[in-house]
């Protein structure tokens, strides 16, 4: 019975919010348009779950998943490669210093009229504003963990006679992981955020897109629907990456870095 407990409990005050917004909604906001009882949502859910036109869940969720990826693996490469660069290179981060603390600060989203000049609705559009947005959180934490490396790491690589790219490949990376990973823990976090703002903004494509039309149309219940799911996608995602970083950390030996446990 302790061990049921344990695992209901974190469920307890989710449910709790639900079951209110239910009692509320059906109470006293029965006709209202912009509320919809949970129940219904979950039943516009299931309806949505086996359309198989362009407006269906997983063609819908396909596309959202597909371009975050896409523009957070653009993204975090380019971040990657910069922020060794520069935190292995002390003069290289001394010139770029001005630079990224310039445009570093721009929102992702500004950048949606530009994005939309250059290459319209789309695919493009969408996974170039999300490459911005997760290009500095990696540039800045990818730095910042090059920079922590052990020096006395660096002077065995020079001991050995290593290059640049045995170094990097055998000494810098391995001991950069643990930091990586929450760097791309908070990646996978802004990719999801950012092409959902981007399709409620202006991409006709995707969640975000599909819970304007939901709204636009009068249906709570869809637009809850749609609302819910994403932020199920997002817990998925964040669990499956921390999982994967706890993988990785068991394989190598180490242990979780505290930082590590903070929600994205």
Do not use: C
């Amino acid at each position: 019975m302790p061990e049921m407990w344990t695992r209901l409990r974190p469920w307890a005050f989710p449910l709790l919010l639900l079951t209110t917004l239910e009692v509320y909604v059906r109470r006293v906001s029965a006709s209202s348009d912009a509320l919809a009882p949970p129940t219904q949502a979950l039943k516009a859910w299931w309806a949505l779950l086996w359309l198989t036109t362009d407006e269906g869940l997983w063609q819908v969720t396909g596309f959202t998943l597909g371009t975050a990826a896409l523009g957070l693996l653009l993204g975090a490469f380019l971040g990657l490669v910069l922020g060794l660069i520069l935190g292995l290179s002390q003069r290289a981060g001394h010139m770029s210093f001005l630079t990224i603390e310039v445009l570093r600060p721009i929102p992702s989203v500004a950048l949606i009229p530009l994005t939309m000049l250059v290459f319209g609705f789309g695919v493009r559009m969408e996974l170039s504003v999300v490459a911005f947005a997760t290009f500095w959180p990696m540039l800045i934490l990818t730095q910042a963990a090059a920079r922590q490396v052990e020096p006395r790491l660096l002077e065995v690589s020079d001991a050995l006679g290593l290059n640049a790219w045995q170094r990097t490949k055998w000494i810098v990376l391995p001991a950069m992981v643990p930091r990586l990973f929450v760097a791309l823990r908070l990646g996978v976090a802004v990719a999801l955020v950012v092409a959902v703002t981007v399709e409620i903004a202006a991409n006709p494509h995707g969640m975000g897109y599909a819970m304007m039309i939901a709204q636009q149309s009068m249906e709570p219940a869809r637009m809850l629907a749609w609302l819910f799911w994403i932020g199920a996608v997002g817990t998925l995602i964040n669990a499956l990456t921390l999982r994967a970083q706890h993988w990785v950390h068991v394989r190598m030996g180490g242990t979780l870095p505290q930082t590590s446990q903070a929600s994205t």
